[in-house]
Nanobody, 119 residues
Framework: QVQLVESGGGLVQPGGSLRLSCAAS????????MGWYRQAPGKQRELVAT???????NTADSVKGRFTISTDNDKNTVSLQMNSLKPEDTAVYYC?????????????WGQGTQVTVSS
C-alpha cells in the first residue's frame, strides 16, 4: 500500500543539528498530511510537527523555533531540520502520513529512526 522510508538520525552533541528525511511510495492516490512524531523511552509517542498538502503546519511547543518541517508534495517527501538539539530531544522519530489509496484514507508510519543527543 504505502511505505515510508526514513533517513537521517544518529548521535549529536547538545546544540548540534540533524536533518531527517522521509519518502512515501506505493499505491498512493493522495496525501493530506505528512510529518514526524517521536517516542522517548518510557513515554508515549508525541507529535513533533506535521504539514498538510495545503501548507498548514502544526508544531509542538517544545520544538518551536528549533525544528523546521518541509514537504515536497510532488515527490511525497517530508524533512525535519532539527537545530539547537537538547538531550530531551533524544527519541525514536517516526515519519507519518495520512494518505489515500484508491478510496480509503489511512494512517501510515515509518519504521523509526533513532536520534540521540548526548555529549
Amino acid at each position: 500500500q504505502v511505505q515510508l522510508v526514513e533517513s537521517g538520525g544518529g548521535l549529536v552533541q547538545p546544540g548540534g543539528s540533524l536533518r531527517l528525511s522521509c519518502a512515501a511510495s506505493g499505491s498512493i492516490s493522495s496525501i493530506y498530511t505528512m510529518g514526524w512524531y517521536r517516542q522517548a523511552p518510557g513515554k508515549q509517542r508525541e507529535l513533533v510537527a506535521t504539514k498538510t498538502s495545503a501548507g498548514f503546519t502544526n508544531t509542538a511547543d517544545s520544538v518551536k523555533g528549533r525544528f523546521t518541517i518541509s514537504t515536497d508534495n510532488d515527490k511525497n517527501t517530508v524533512s525535519l531540520q532539527m537545530n539547537s538539539l537538547k538531550p530531551e530531544d533524544t527519541a525514536v522519530y517516526y515519519c507519518y502520513a495520512y494518505a489515500r489509496v484508491i478510496t480509503t484514507w489511512s494512517d501510515y508510519w515509518g519504521q523509526g529512526t533513532q536520534v540521540t543527543v548526548s555529549s
